[in-house]
């Protein structure tokens, strides 16, 4: 099987391939059920991107990278050409630069996978797996999301998200391609950007620095490890039913304090490291996701618990520096989560 994953330098993406490939000290063992004959990764290389992501599967033959942009129609038809599946995790990901800025997230989340979409349309690609966000249905104070809740984002990053979500499903219903789509929560883990929440603060701890909380910390989300979500998003590339959603998530709801105590902690660090900010514009307060139907039909479950999790992340970091170092820069938006 030739797999295409675009995005596939950035976080979450480049966990995917490395779990394709079986890397070496890779998090976790691979899907056995997933055997790609050729993995390539079209990835435009933006801030988020680094190359060094895929160092451990560097000389897997395998492996081809095409620096590329997923709105180039005519690079787009090219490589999606050859392959049997794409799996779509490109995108503009940070919530605070699209408040800052959104068209980048318009062009890229949407117009980019309406470009892949319909290439993969005129090539007849067997399967399309489209990695989109819980984000996409807002904020729920109690209780949790199935997959048949209504969208209803609030940033322009998820916006942009439930907009490439639903043209997506469109190709499914208009056209019968063979689309399936996974709505995920917040992940964590290592080669996270470093202006994330996580990374961000564990990064800023271990060099010494502050911590900067959002308003009161209350806001609550699901924290799943990176490798879990590739975990579900691999079942679902094998055995999800066309035109279908489903949720990821099932790992541990916390509030930001929460989540900042246990950095704290992990990093040998008091509260005198913590610094009130003004709250994010439109803070979504809590995210919350049922996952019955991925458990019940495809038989996933989160398999690393986040004192664990945690617990290897920032050991990582710490082990990592000179991966890190080099991406913190000054004008990186202060919070994220
Ligand atoms: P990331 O920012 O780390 O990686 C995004 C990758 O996409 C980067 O390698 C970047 O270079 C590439 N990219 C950006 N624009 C591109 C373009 N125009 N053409 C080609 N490549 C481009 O993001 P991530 O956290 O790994 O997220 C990956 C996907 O998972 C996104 O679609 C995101 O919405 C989704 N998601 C993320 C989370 C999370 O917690 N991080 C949770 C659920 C879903």
Redesign the pocket.
């Known amino acids: 099987m030739r797999i295409l994953v675009?995005?596939?330098?950035?976080?979450?993406?480049s966990e995917y391939v490395r779990m394709l490939l079986a890397a070496p000290g890779s998090t976790g063992p691979r899907d056995p059920q997933v055997e790609p004959t050729a993995v390539t990764v079209?990835?435009?290389?933006?801030y988020?991107?680094n190359p060094q992501n895929l160092a451990p599967v560097r000389d897997d033959r395998r492996l081809r990278l095409v620096p590329?942009?997923?709105?180039d129609s005519a690079l787009v038809d090219e490589v999606v050409a050859d392959h049997d599946v794409i799996v779509?995790?490109?995108?503009?990901?940070?919530v605070d630069r699209s408040i800052e800025g959104a068209a980048p997230f318009v062009?890229?989340n949407v117009l980019?996978t309406q470009t892949l979409l319909d290439a993969a349309l005129r090539h007849g690609t067997q399967r399309f797996v489209h990695?989109?966000?819980?984000?996409v249905y807002g904020s729920i104070d109690e209780g949790s999301w199935s997959e048949t809740w209504p969208l209803s984002p609030n940033s322009p990053y998820s916006a942009s998200?439930a907009g490439s979500d639903l043209l997506a499903l469109s190709y499914h219903r208009t056209h019968g391609m063979d689309v399936v789509v996974t709505?995920?929560?917040?992940?964590y883990g290592p080669y996270?950007?470093p202006e994330?929440i996580i990374p961000l603060f564990v990064t800023n701890l271990l060099d010494g620095g502050t911590v900067p909380l959002y308003g009161d910390g209350g806001n609550i989300r699901d924290w799943l490890h990176v490798h879990d979500?590739c975990r579900g998003i691999a079942l679902v590339q094998q055995k999800g039913r066309a035109g279908e959603v489903y949720n990821i998530g099932g790992g541990t709801e916390l509030t930001n304090k929460e989540l900042t105590a246990r950095l704290l902690q992990a990093c040998g660090a008091g509260w005198d490291r913590v610094v009130p900010v003004a709250d994010r514009k439109g803070h979504d307060r809590r995210y919350s996701l049922d996952i019955t139907k991925i458990s019940e039909e495809l038989g996933y479950a989160p398999s690393i618990d986040l004192e664990r999790g945690l617990a290897q992340t920032v050991r990582w970091y710490r082990e990592n520096r000179a991966w890190w170092e080099p991406l913190k820069s000054a004008n990186a938006p202060a919070v994220a989560a």
């Not at 675009?6 to 993406?13: A, E, L, M, N, P």
């Not at 709505?183 to 992940?187: A, D, I, K, L, Q």
């Open positions: 675009t995005g596939g330098v950035g976080f979450i993406g079209l990835d435009k290389l933006t988020s991107g590329g942009d997923i709105c779509h995790f490109a995108a503009e990901s940070h062009v890229t980019g990695v989109s966000t819980d984000e998200k709505r995920c929560s917040n992940n996270q950007f994330k979500h």
